[in-house]
Every structure is written in structure tokens, then in C-alpha cells.
């Protein structure tokens, strides 16, 4: 069975450029949250999707950041015009319909450097 | 609000001995999760093991078990006999009714040869 699957590992940008991070969730899981991790600190709530619904995105920077679920395909995380302080590694999880309690697995992230 | 406190940045262990982490929390939910994640240095999350808090026994998975001080709010991870691959990040988290996971700020863990 895959796992949560990200790509790419890893992005190099130049500031003002746009980021695309995809998550294909474990099949069959209809949830995704992804997370930032910025150097030496631990990983940060961003967003939490549905299938097609943004269900809670009180972690996500108010502007040039956004998220989506589509009914078909992966979860896509953009950046539009990014800058230094975009360097991250962002993560990105999945689950099933009940996860209260459970824990989350993680994709293997995709490491964004802005130059 | 949640929060995790790991006062640790840093720890060193001989190779074979036990390592204890520390992990505080704060929450008023009356129900909640603790769990534990090591992130090698190829950067990936690795899940090790989970406490719910009405759970009565210690998690234990393999050589990594939960200390679960509930009083104390404490939730500290011990690894026993360390292994060289062992060295890595460790986060604390915490789940609880809202939809996010909150985590520390890591542990380094050193297994010395």
C-alpha cells in the first residue's frame, strides 16, 4: 500500500516565482493537512481539506498562499510570488473519514529553497 | 490554548543505554492524544507511538515507551538500548478536539558509539 506520496522532494525558486506542491493522499483517505516546518523548528498546522472543501485554514498565511482538494487528483499547495522567507519543508498528511486520536502520517515533504 | 514544551534541544547517548525525553503539555481538553515522531536527517516524519489520555497502561511499541505523567501533564519518550540509527530529531505532538496537530520544538538525539 503507498503511502502518502509528495512531490517534488525538492523545489528551487526565485523570488517572485510561483510554487506548486503536490500531495496524493493514501487511497481511499478523503482528509489532507499540510504543514510547514521551518529550519530548526517543528512542523506548524497550515490547512485542512476535504474532498473539494477547505475545512480549516487558520494556519495559513493570508496572502500569496493557497490550498485545494479537487474531487480528482492530488492536494496542491501554491505559493504565488515567493520569497526567502517561503524556505521550508512542507508536509503534507492524509486520513480517513475518523482520525480524531490517531495519528497522521506524513508524505516525505518537499523542501522549497527560494534564491 | 495547546502547547508542547521540549526543553531538550540537544541530548547525547551511549550506544546500548537508555535515553529519556522530555515533553510537557498544556491543554483543558479532557481528551486528547500524545504521540512521538522521529525525523532523520533524509528529513522524513516517522510516527513511533501514541497515548490517548484516558489510556490507563504506558504505551510501549518495541524500544520506544510512553512515560504518561498525567498530573504532571508530562508525556516523556524513552528509548532503550540506543542504537546508532537512533540519532535524530524527535517531536512531541499533541491532538485534541480542534483539527490540528501541535508539536514541539524537537529533541537532537546523539547515540555515541
Known amino acids: 500500500n503507498a503511502g502518502v506520496m509528495q512531490n517534488p522532494r525538492h523545489l528551487v525558486r526565485r523570488r517572485g516565482q510561483e510554487a506548486r506542491l503536490r500531495c496524493s493522499p493514501v487511497?481511499?483517505?478523503?482528509?489532507v493537512y499540510w504543514y510547514r516546518q521551518l529550519p530548526e523548528e517543528g512542523l506548524k498546522f497550515m490547512v485542512y481539506?476535504?474532498?473539494?472543501?477547505?475545512?480549516?485554514e487558520s494556519g495559513m498565511p493570508k496572502e500569496r498562499f493557497s490550498a485545494e482538494f479537487p474531487k480528482e487528483g492530488p492536494s496542491i499547495l501554491r505559493i504565488q510570488q515567493v520569497v526567502r522567507g517561503d524556505s521550508a519543508a512542507y508536509f503534507c498528511?492524509?486520513?480517513?473519514?475518523?482520525?480524531?486520536?490517531?495519528?497522521?502520517?506524513f508524505g516525505n515533504g518537499t523542501r522549497l529553497t527560494v534564491t | 490554548a495547546q502547547k508542547i514544551t521540549q526543553t531538550q534541544p540537544g541530548m547525547f547517548v551511549q550506544e546500548k543505554e537508555a535515553v529519556t525525553l522530555d515533553c510537557t503539555y498544556d491543554?483543558?481538553?479532557?481528551?486528547?492524544?500524545l504521540f512521538w515522531y522521529k525525523q532523520p536527517s533524509s528529513g522524513e516524519m516517522i510516527f513511533l507511538i501514541y497515548q490517548g489520555s484516558y489510556d490507563q497502561q504506558n504505551a510501549t511499541e518495541g524500544r520506544y515507551s510512553l512515560n504518561f505523567q498525567k498530573a504532571r501533564k508530562s508525556a516523556n519518550l524513552v528509548i532503550s538500548a540506543s542504537q546508532l540509527g537512533d540519532s535524530a530529531m524527535y517531536f512531541c505532538a499533541m491532538d485534541s478536539t480542534g483539527n490540528q496537530f501541535y508539536f514541539g520544538t524537537g529533541t537532537s538525539l546523539t547515540v555515541i558509539p
Open positions: 498528511a492524509s486520513s480517513p473519514i475518523s482520525r480524531y486520536n490517531s495519528p497522521l502520517h
Open positions: 491543554t483543558s481538553d479532557p481528551s486528547y492524544g
Open positions: 481539506l476535504q474532498k473539494e472543501n477547505i475545512i480549516d
Open positions: 487511497k481511499g483517505h478523503s482528509h
